[in-house]
C-alpha cells in the first residue's frame, strides 16, 4: 500500500508540474468564456444588420404580400424594366424576387425565381415559399366559393394539458431538460475518459520508449504501477475540473460587476418581480425550476461520482495496456477504435433512444452493458421511477466487476508489454500474453 501510495503521489505531482497542465488549467476557462462571449457579439452583430431584398413583380400579384421587418427590408423595383432592376439588385441588394407575369395566379407555383450571388438560408427560402403558399392557397379558397377570412378565424390553437396518474401536472418538454441535464453528465464523463486516458497511455509510452520503465519495475510490481497512474492521473483530472468550477464562479461574478449582468434572487427589483409574477410565462418558468427541483438531484450526484469513478478506472487501465503494448501513440490508433466506439455508441444511445423512450430495451439494455453504462444510464437517471432502481444496482455492480476482470485483464498485458521493444504488436500476441 506504501508503495502504491508513492507511485500515486509521483504521477500526480508529475502532472500539476507540467507547463502545459498549468497552462490549460488556467487558460482553458478564459478560452471559453472568450468564445462565449465573441459568438454573442457576432450573433448581435447578425441581429443589427438588415438584409435588402428587391422585387420585382410584373403583374403586381405578390409584392404587397412581403413585408418588411427588423431583419430583412423588401423594396419594389417592379416600376422598373426587369433588367434594369436586376443590374440595380446586383449593386445595392442581396438578392431580387423575380415575378413573372402569367395567365394564372396558380402557374406562379414554380415560375418565381430569386436572383442572388450567393446561396440564400433555408430559412429565407421556407419564408418566401409560405407567402407563396399562403397567398395561392387563399386564391384557390375563393376560386372553390369558400371565405378564406372566416377560414382563418376558425382556426384554433390547441394546448394538451399533461399531468400524473399520481395528480401533479407535468410539463411540455421536460424530458429535453432531464436528457440534457443526463446528457451534460455523460458528455463530462466521456471527455474525462478521453482526455485523462490518453494522458494515462502517454506517460506509459514515454516512460517505456525512455527505458526508465526498466529500473521502476525493478522495485515495484507491474500492478501497482499500473494503477498508480491510473489513480494519480485522475487526482490530477479532478484537481484541474475543480479549479475550472472555481475560475467559472470567479468569471461570473466579474462579469456581474463589469457588464451589470444581475444574477440571484436579491438582485431582482421587488416592484418587477411583482409584475412578473403576474404573468403566464413566469408562471411557467417557476413550474419548470419545480419540477427539476422535484428531480432526484442527490441520487444524480452520487450516481455521476460512482459512474465517474468506476467509468475511469475501466477505461484507463485498458489506455494503460495500450500504452505498454505500444512503443509509439502512431502504433496506438489501431487498439484505439476499440476502446473509443463504445463511447461513442453510448453517446447516440442516450440523445437517440432515451429522449424518447427511457425505459425500453435498448435504453435498459445499453444503460446496464459497463461499456455504455457511465453514459447511457446518467441520462435515464432523471427518468427513472423506484421500481427502476434495481436497474441502477445492477448497472453499478456490473460496472465494477468487469472493471475488476478488465484491471486483471490489462495487468497482464501491461506486465508483459511494458519491457517488450521494436514490434508492433498484434491482437493475436496480445492474447498470448494473457497466458503468460
Known amino acids: 500500500m506504501k508503495t502504491l501510495t508513492l507511485i500515486i ?69 417592379s416600376a422598373i424594366p426587369f433588367e434594369i432592376a436586376k443590374d440595380t439588385a446586383s449593386n445595392s441588394y442581396e438578392g431580387l424576387l423575380y415575378i413573372p407575369k402569367v395567365d394564372s395566379l396558380q402557374l406562379l407555383l414554380d415560375k418565381v425565381e430569386y436572383i442572388s450571388e450567393d446561396s440564400p438560408s433555408i430559412e429565407f427560402i421556407s419564408d418566401v415559399e409560405d407567402v407563396i403558399d399562403s397567398t395561392l392557397t387563399s386564391e384557390n379558397l ?98 484541474q475540473f475543480l479549479i475550472w468550477v472555481v475560475v467559472g464562479i470567479i468569471l461570473m461574478f466579474v462579469a456581474q460587476s463589469f457588464f451589470g449582468l444581475q444574477m440571484g434572487a436579491g438582485s431582482v427589483d421587488p416592484a418587477a418581480m411583482e409584475m412578473a409574477q403576474q404573468s403566464a410565462n413566469f408562471s411557467k418558468i417557476q413550474l419548470y425550476i419545480n419540477e427539476i427541483m422535484n428531480l432526484p438531484i442527490l441520487l444524480m450526484i452520487i450516481s455521476f461520482i460512482i459512474y465517474f469513478i468506476g467509468g475511469y478506472f475501466l477505461y484507463s487501465s485498458l489506455y494503460a495496456a495500450i ?36 425505459h425500453g430495451t435498448v435504453a435498459t439494455v445499453f444503460s446496464i452493458i459497463p461499456f455504455t453504462s457511465p453514459i447511457v444510464m446518467l441520462m435515464r437517471i432523471p427518468f427513472l421511477e423506484p421500481q427502476h432502481y434495481w436497474q441502477l444496482g445492477l448497472s453499478i455492480v456490473l460496472l465494477f466487476a468487469t472493471f475488476t476482470f478488465v484491471v486483471w485483464f490489462a495487468s497482464k498485458i501491461y506486465r508483459v508489454g511494458i519491457l517488450m521493444y521494436g514490434k508492433k504488436p498484434t491482437w493475436g500476441e496480445l492474447i498470448k500474453w494473457l497466458k503468460y
Do not use: C
Not at 490508433?333 to 476499440?338: A, E, I, S, V
Open 9 to 77: 503521489k509521483r504521477e500526480f505531482i508529475a502532472k500539476v508540474r507540467n507547463k502545459s497542465f498549468i497552462v490549460m488549467t488556467f487558460l482553458s476557462p478564459l478560452l471559453f468564456v472568450g468564445m462565449a462571449v465573441l459568438i454573442g457579439y457576432l450573433s448581435s452583430m447578425n441581429k443589427d444588420s438588415v438584409t435588402q431584398i428587391a422585387i420585382h413583380d410584373e403583374a403586381g400579384y405578390l409584392k404587397n404580400d412581403f413585408k418588411s421587418d427588423k431583419y430583412t427590408k423588401y423594396t419594389d423595383l
Open 142 to 239: 375563393k376560386h372553390l366559393g369558400f371565405d378564406a377570412t372566416k377560414i382563418d378565424k376558425a382556426k384554433v390553437n390547441s394546448d394538451l394539458k399533461l399531468s400524473k396518474f399520481s395528480g401533479g401536472k407535468s410539463l411540455k418538454g421536460l424530458n429535453e431538460i432531464k436528457i440534457a441535464i443526463g446528457g451534460m453528465m455523460g458528455y463530462l464523463i466521456m471527455m474525462f475518459i478521453i482526455i485523462y486516458g490518453n494522458f494515462v497511455m502517454r506517460s506509459v509510452i514515454e516512460e517505456k520508449t525512455s527505458r526508465i520503465i526498466e529500473i521502476i519495475i525493478s522495485s515495484v510490481k507491474p500492478f501497482q504501477l499500473m494503477m498508480g497512474k491510473i489513480i494519480g492521473n485522475s487526482m490530477a483530472g479532478l484537481l
Open 323 to 358: 500504452g505498454a503494448a505500444v512503443d509509439s501513440e502512431t502504433d496506438s490508433q489501431q487498439f484505439l477504435l476499440p476502446i473509443i466506439m463504445p463511447l461513442m455508441i453510448a453517446v447516440y444511445v442516450g440523445f437517440f433512444t432515451v429522449i424518447n423512450d427511457p
